[in-house]
């Protein structure tokens, strides 16, 4: 069975782009989550989605994060514009029911210079 | 919302030695409590959980207590073996539906030496 796949693996873009980073979760899990973790910091929840819909957006820093899944199948998060401090680690996370456990994927790194 | 402190932030063990990383939390609602392992590049796999009606669960080498009174639980990684070395997370979130909404500590980096 392939696991939570991310791409791309490393993003370096300038303040003031976007970002779109994407996530395929393990087939047939209809839960999937992002979370992140910036530089020296905790892994922070991020947003849930149930198949297509927004569960939980709770985590979402702010407005210049779009989180979608069309489909319920695959994920993206763009970022834009892009800001210093939303540099850090983006993991998604996929499970078969809400209270089954989290398989993460190996994260994307993104560094705004 | 909860809060969750992780200690130490570095470990260092000979190979053979025990390793064991402690966490707090502060809400007492919480209730399932998972570790994680991340090695370098890749994302964090859960290696170990616990839930809240459950005192101590063993899994080989590893084993996970949890004291709710306390509110605290930790890791033991018995025998530590180098391919053991990586980075590891606690957790804890409310359980139930709400698995998914795991509030993490800052991590232990734990070394291995052969």
């Known amino acids: 069975e392939a696991g939570v796949t991310q791409f791309p693996s490393h993003s370096v873009i300038e303040k003031g782009q976007t970002v779109t980073l994407r996530c395929d979760p393990i087939s047939g899990h209809d839960n999937l989550y992002w979370y992140r973790r910036v530089m020296g910091k905790e892994i922070k929840f991020l947003l849930h989605f149930v198949k297509e819909s927004k569960q939980d957006e709770s985590g979402m820093p702010n407005n210049r994060f779009l989180a979608e899944r069309t489909g319920g199948t695959y994920s993206t998060l763009k970022v834009q514009p892009a800001e210093l401090e939303d540099s850090g680690v983006y993991f998604c996370?996929?499970?078969?029911?809400?209270?089954?456990?989290?398989?993460f994927g190996n994260g994307t790194r993104l560094t705004v210079t | 919302g909860e809060n969750v402190e992780q200690h130490p932030s570095t470990l260092s063990v000979q190979e053979g030695d025990s390793a064991v990383i402690k966490c707090t939390y502060s809400?007492?609602?919480?209730?399932?409590f998972p570790w994680y392992k991340q090695e370098l590049g890749k994302g964090p796999q859960l290696i170990i959980d616990i839930r809240s009606n459950v005192g101590e669960k063993k899994d080989q080498r590893i084993a996970v207590t949890l004291n709710k009174t306390a509110k605290h639980f930790s890791l033991h990684i018995t025998e530590t073996q180098p391919e053991d070395s990586a980075v590891y997370f606690c957790a804890a979130s409310m359980g139930g539906g709400s698995n998914y909404k795991l509030t993490f500590g800052k991590g232990t980096l734990l070394t291995v030496n052969p």
């Open positions: 809400d007492s609602a919480s209730n399932y």
């Open positions: 996370a996929s499970s078969q029911r809400t209270n089954s456990p989290l398989h």
